[in-house]
């Protein structure tokens, strides 16, 4: 595809119910990150993929949350049992290199406005 | 472990006027630096890099930025802004091994006409 793309756009969804999260990398693009931006924040790192494994999901701030990719293309980012502080933005982006290729840019999507009422 | 400041959350600047942005970052190794720009209801574009060499780089949208090691820095500056300028500028270091970055809180530029 032309660019990274991620949906929905918007979610809300009521404390407690779980949710999923879809990102849709740059065809070929073997490198897919996830980034949450909290209001007022910076991004924080969640959880990389290289291909269909996740050699660092070191930034995953619970065990409520999981991410999965499969065929070296689309990912999941999933949320159970939701909570308010869960609100944010959560990013996707993708490269096309290997994890220690610096000449290869991350390519983020425009996100996934996740409200937590 | 690694860090990044921006001192600045908000700046103002009139248009056709000089922007700096400031970045301080923490890393005990040779740095990777960026700057990613974000518009209103886009993703994040990426400005430019540096990974070694020149210590002033070019980007794109007439932005440069100057790698100071000395002072831990990684200035962005244009010398004369557009109202298309206005937007979350975020500065990101990155480790040697993965491209996981990590992001400093951002900087949001308002530009007056």
């Known amino acids: 595809g032309a660019g990274v793309s991620q949906s929905p756009s918007n979610k809300v969804t009521e404390k407690g119910k779980d949710v999923e999260l879809r990102c849709d990398p740059i065809?070929?693009?073997?490198?897919l990150y996830w980034y949450r931006q909290s209001l007022g924040q910076g991004l924080e790192f969640l959880i990389y993929?290289?291909?269909?494994?996740?050699?660092?999901k070191s930034g995953l701030p619970s065990d409520r949350f999981s991410a999965e990719r499969t065929g070296g293309s689309v990912s999941t980012l999933t949320i159970q049992r939701t909570q308010q502080e869960d609100s944010a933005v959560y990013l996707c982006?993708?490269?096309?290199?290997?994890?220690?290729?610096?000449?290869?840019?991350?390519?983020f999507g425009n996100g996934t406005r996740l409200t937590v009422t | 472990a690694q860090s990044v400041t921006q001192p600045d959350i908000h700046i103002t600047v009139s248009e056709g006027a000089s922007l700096e942005l400031r970045c301080n970052y923490s890393?005990?190794?040779?740095?990777?630096l960026f700057w990613y720009v974000q518009s209103p209801g886009q993703g994040l574009q990426l400005l430019l890099k540096?990974?070694?060499?020149?210590?002033l780089v070019q980007g794109i949208k007439g932005f440069e930025a100057e790698f100071k090691r000395s002072q831990s820095s990684f200035n962005l500056r244009k010398p004369s802004v557009h109202w298309s300028d206005a937007a979350e500028y975020f500065c990101?270091?990155?480790?040697?091994?993965?491209?996981?970055?990590?992001f400093g809180g951002g900087t949001r530029v308002l530009v007056k006409p």
């Open positions: 065809s070929g693009h073997t490198a």
């Open positions: 982006a993708s490269s096309s290199g290997q994890g220690s290729s610096y000449n290869s840019p991350l390519h």
């Open positions: 540096y990974f070694s060499g020149d210590t």
């Open positions: 990101a270091v990155g480790r040697a091994a993965g491209n996981k970055l990590t």
């Open positions: 890393y005990g190794a040779t740095p990777y």
């Open positions: 993929f290289q291909g269909n494994s996740a050699p660092d």
